[in-house]
Nanobody, 134 residues
């Protein structure tokens, strides 16, 4: 069964940093775009960032632009999200997701806007909690 596993979440003070990892199990990531989503209490899941299958194209939501960096290492079947200058409003469960092609997004694997709806991604992890608090 295709699945992803997130790690690296935790409790951090405002202004601090965390690095999240997303590892695949049962498949290789080299043909998939990888996205990070987050869901805060009482809110819907929202797109944070996405990286194309080769890593040549990256996109970010406006609210993390300049603070977060997405990357991947296909040899390790792992993607990352470096989060700097964290703020309390960044508190959420962070999920990674893999996607390739859908009717609405036929080139998702190589063009993945951060605003791509979560239900366009086919493989998901269980999430990792990020809490930003003083």
């Amino acid at each position: 069964q295709l699945r992803l596993v997130e790690s690296g979440g935790g409790l951090v003070q405002p202004g601090g940093s965390l690095r999240l990892s997303c590892a695949s199990a049962g498949f290789t990531l080299d043909n998939y775009a990888i996205a990070w989503f987050r869901q805060a209490p009482g809110k819907e899941r929202e797109g944070v960032s996405c990286i194309s299958y080769t890593g040549g194209n990256t996109n970010y939501a406006n609210f993390v632009q300049g603070r977060f960096t997405i990357s991947r290492d296909n040899a390790l079947n792992t993607a990352y999200l470096q989060m700097n200058s964290l703020q309390p409003e960044d508190t959420a469960v962070y999920f990674c997701a893999a996607g390739s092609s859908t009717e609405r997004y036929p080139t998702l694997f190589r063009h993945c806007p951060a605003s791509t709806p979560w239900n366009e991604f086919s493989v998901w992890g269980q999430g990792t909690q990020v809490t930003v608090s003083s």
